[in-house]
């Protein structure tokens, strides 16, 4: 769910641009992309846009039917599903890589995250990549987010969170408000 602003926020060029062109190369920096990718709440699509050029194969999983009905239309190279990232429906051991961008703050509560970073573990090849964004917390983005869903993620707390998922290699990076998270299921 998202306020008119944060729709048209998210919807704008401006933002496309900066997902695309900064916050997404940085995001997967060093994560393989050339395999069977799964991108979980693209929302209008700004990260699917990239994404789509750059995969071996693309399926993105979105909740929103409208949105997904969008994508499918703008991407019809993608394999793009009406769905839950908590719960998706796929078998284990699909994918090669699973990302999101600027998207888990809006999946609440913490626990409905922690279930999401499982389905990522469970849809993954052994050795793969669980990787993406998201914004840090400040007052700003709580005031953005009046009348939307805002559950912002503690990065300092995200690695066992992911551990906890099953994950290891962890690495978390900061940079100008978003922190990057970058995870590998065991082989």
């Known amino acids: 769910m998202m306020n008119v602003g944060h729709q048209e926020r998210c919807s704008s060029a401006e933002w496309a641009a900066k997902l695309g062109y900064d916050i997404l190369p940085w995001g997967v920096e060093g994560v393989p992309l050339d395999g069977d990718v799964l991108e979980f709440g693209p929302g209008y699509g700004a990260s699917t846009a990239v994404l789509v050029g750059a995969c071996g194969s693309l399926t993105i999983v979105e909740s929103d039917p409208e949105l997904a009905s969008?994508?499918?239309?703008?991407?019809?190279?993608?394999?793009?599903?009406?769905?839950?990232?908590?719960?998706?429906?796929?078998?284990?051991?699909?994918?090669?890589?699973?990302?999101?961008?600027?998207?888990?703050?809006?999946?609440?509560?913490?626990?409905?995250?922690d279930k999401l970073f499982a389905e990522a573990a469970r849809v993954l090849k052994p050795g793969g990549w669980f990787a993406g964004t998201d914004s840090r917390a400040s007052d700003d983005l709580l005031a953005f987010h009046v009348d939307d869903v805002y559950e912002p993620i503690d990065p300092d707390a995200l690695p066992e969170r992911l551990r906890a998922a099953?994950?290891?290699?962890?690495?978390?990076?900061?940079?100008?408000?978003?922190?990057?998270?970058?995870?590998?299921?065991p082989r």
Request: aromatic content about 10%.
């Open 70 to 113: 969008g994508l499918r239309q703008r991407f019809p190279e993608a394999d793009i599903r009406d769905g839950d990232a908590t719960a998706t429906g796929f078998k284990p051991d699909s994918y090669d890589t699973v990302v999101c961008f600027t998207m888990l703050h809006h999946v609440s509560p913490p626990a409905l995250q």
């Open 166 to 185: 099953g994950f290891g290699d962890i690495s978390i990076g900061l940079r100008d408000g978003v922190f990057r998270f970058r995870a590998r299921l």
